[in-house]
């Protein structure tokens, strides 16, 4: 049984940062790729990075580049994503994903971050 | 960067009606194309990945199509519990990144 925990939700003041985590099970982090993917409120999916199957570092989206780092601690089998200088835009759930070939077959029930001042 | 266009942007329909999403990719993306199911405040579900191949547990009345830049999702019968936003997915090789389509909003007639 595959299971990602997410930590809970974060509520941040704006150039802040935040860090989300995903501890995962099933061997997700020694086997599979996984990412990190967001969605505003009453918005669509956005893929932010993760580990590509084909790559052993991390990718991003070219949009966060520079203001997002991913780690992955595969001995705890926890993933974490950490997003600096936050602005009122970056207010979503953050989901981490199980990346399965091309596609994402296990999700976290998401994290929700809020931006405000 | 590959976009994904899907259309239409909403449908209404009844339960027991058919229904075909589409999305459209900016070039080819092979038969790299998923299709998730997501209801409000739920995680996305996968339904189908590489073009036409169900998931674990998806009934038999989803079934996706397509290759290149031209998808589909239909729905054979559409059940209660399928109104819902569904979106595509592609991978792409290089850069290495996935893209989601805008979605589609199935909604009850």
């Known amino acids: 049984q595959v299971h990602l925990v997410q930590s809970g939700a974060e509520v941040k003041k704006p150039g802040s940062s935040v860090k989300v985590s995903c501890k995962t099970s099933g061997g997700t982090l020694t086997m599979f790729a996984l990412s990190w993917v967001r969605q505003a409120p009453g918005q669509g999916l956005e893929w932010m990075g993760g580990s590509i199957p084909i790559s052993t570092t991390p990718n991003f989206a070219q949009k966060f580049q520079g203001r997002l780092t991913i780690t992955a601690d595969k001995s705890t089998g926890t993933a974490s994503m950490e997003l600096s200088n936050l602005r009122s835009e970056d207010t979503a759930v953050y989901y981490c994903?199980?990346?399965?070939?091309?596609?994402?077959?296990?999700w976290g029930l998401g994290t929700l971050v809020t931006v405000s001042s | 960067e590959i976009v994904l266009t899907q259309s239409p942007a909403t449908l209404s329909l009844s339960p027991g009606e058919r229904v075909t999403l589409s999305c459209r990719a900016s070039q080819s993306v092979g038969n790299y194309l998923a299709w998730y199911q997501q209801k409000p405040g739920q995680a996305p579900r996968l339904l189908i990945y590489?073009?036409?191949s169900r998931a674990t547990g998806i009934p038999a009345r989803f079934s996706g199509s397509g290759s290149g830049t031209d998808f589909t999702l239909t729905i054979s019968t559409l059940e209660p519990e399928d109104f819902a936003v569904y979106y595509c997915?592609?991978?792409?090789?290089?850069?290495?990144?996935?893209?989601f389509g805008q979605g589609t909003k199935l909604e009850i007639k």
């Open positions: 994903a199980r990346g399965n070939g091309s596609d994402f077959d296990y």
């Open positions: 997915q592609q991978r792409s090789h290089w850069p290495p990144e996935y893209t």
């Open positions: 590489d073009a036409s």
